[in-house]
């Protein structure tokens, strides 16, 4: 089927690698080992230091730089262990693999063509004839047959990028990604381009503000999350029409009939652990009153807005409690609230307020944001990225002997 590669092994994953949002700089490569989800649009969100082109974890003891002439090169990666197909995802141009995350190449198929490809249902059913285990070695990969009948087959090609484009509108709300833009309830014309310098946003044609299909500033947060989980059942129930359709494109151009597919298809649901359940997709004119992930939706919103308020800080630090003759974040958000929802700005922190908890606003307007953002923002903002933040929270409570007065 092509040419498969294993990795480079650093010997020293700590010394070496990080999570994207920690480092940033030409010294810095994308790297995929096999984590996260990779089906069509992998989830990188770790970089390597190639400083001097690797020469320093070339120095480190035990490591091993292999397979170095096709490092950087464009590829597809695949998921080595999980629970269910659909493994693989285009990787695109100037990042390094490694030793756990094996990458398929080749140079005379169409890298579109060949994803849809290996995602379809009739390469899941080949490997499954090479092997039962959950484990996807890359010696199984290599010995999967290629087709020739696939070459050059457009709607093929055209399904796979689709899919591909729909997974990148719906990760430029996941913090994690490389492809992150901003929140879901965020309005587009408050976009102002990708949160992180990676070197795959560069490979994006489409603009930053484009990939967002968010509502105006005057309607309620609540109907905004509406028409944001509506929004996302749609594409996900666009994404399995077209792997359906994929299917039905593999099996056509090989000749295999409509029986033997829906036979394929039920060997792979009952060696493995997905189902015919797993892949419906909830009814978007069915979205709730108030959608499920609202609350985590308004969260989102604010980490958001404190990353922008300390990074546009002169030293990059803001006080979260009022101390006085300073602006604390608090003051900060509601200046953000007002510049991007103007006259509506009131009404959309009070919709965050009565979400986040039930003190009463007779002393102050926001309690129960002002309480989330000094008790909880931190919490949350490890949480959302694998406990390494990248905002940090100190306090000076221990070194006063009256906390509350000084």
């Known amino acids: ?213 968010t509502t105006n500033t005057d309607q309620p947060l609540i109907e905004a999350a509406q028409q944001a989980e509506k929004i996302r059942r749609c594409r996900q129930k666009r994404v399995e029409t077209l792997a359906q359709e994929t299917d039905d494109i593999v099996g056509d151009a090989l000749g295999i009939s409509s029986s033997s597919l829906e036979k394929i298809r039920e060997e792979i649901f009952l060696r493995t652990v997905e189902s015919p359940e797993d892949r419906k997709v909830q009814d978007p004119n069915s979205v709730s009153e108030t959608p499920e992930g609202f609350e985590e939706m308004i969260k989102h919103l604010l980490l958001y807005f404190a990353f922008q308020v300390v990074h546009d800080s002169d030293d990059g630090i803001i006080s979260i409690s009022d101390i006085g003759g300073v602006d604390d974040l608090l003051t900060h958000i509601e200046t953000k609230f007002k510049r991007i929802w103007g006259e509506h700005a009131n009404t959309r922190l009070a919709e965050v307020d009565e979400l986040l908890g039930s003190q009463s606003a007779a002393e102050e307007a926001y309690p129960n944001l002002r309480r989330w953002l000094e008790e909880d923002l931190f919490e949350y903002h490890v949480s959302k990225f694998d406990r390494t933040p990248i905002l940090w929270r100190f306090t000076t409570e221990r070194l006063v002997s009256d906390p509350d007065g000084e």
């Open 1 to 213: 089927i092509g040419n498969v590669k294993q990795g480079l092994a650093t010997a020293d994953n700590n010394r070496f690698v990080r999570k994207q949002w920690e480092a940033e700089g030409d010294i810095f490569k994308p790297f995929t080992n096999a984590g996260g989800d990779v089906w069509t649009l992998p989830e990188v969100d770790e970089v390597i230091n190639w400083t001097n082109d690797g020469a320093e974890v070339d120095r480190a003891q035990n490591s091993v730089l292999r397979n170095m002439g096709y490092q950087t090169r464009v590829g597809l990666t695949w998921a080595y262990i999980k629970r269910t197909g659909r493994r693989f995802g285009y990787y695109p141009p100037g990042g390094l693999f490694g030793h756990a995350s094996n990458m398929l190449f080749t140079d005379e198929v169409d890298p579109w063509v060949l994803l849809g490809a290996v995602n379809s249902n009739v390469f899941h059913g080949l490997m499954l004839c090479l092997t039962s285990e959950r484990k996807w070695e890359s010696g199984y990969i290599g010995m999967l047959p290629w087709f020739r009948e696939l070459e050059g087959n457009d709607e093929l090609r055209e399904n796979t990028r689709e899919q591909y484009d729909l997974f990148l509108r719906q990760s430029v709300h996941n913090m994690g990604s490389q492809y992150y833009v901003g929140p879901k309830l965020l309005p587009a014309r408050a976009v102002s381009g990708f949160f992180y310098t990676h070197p795959h946003t560069d490979e994006i044609t489409i603009k930053p503000s484009e990939l967002f299909e």
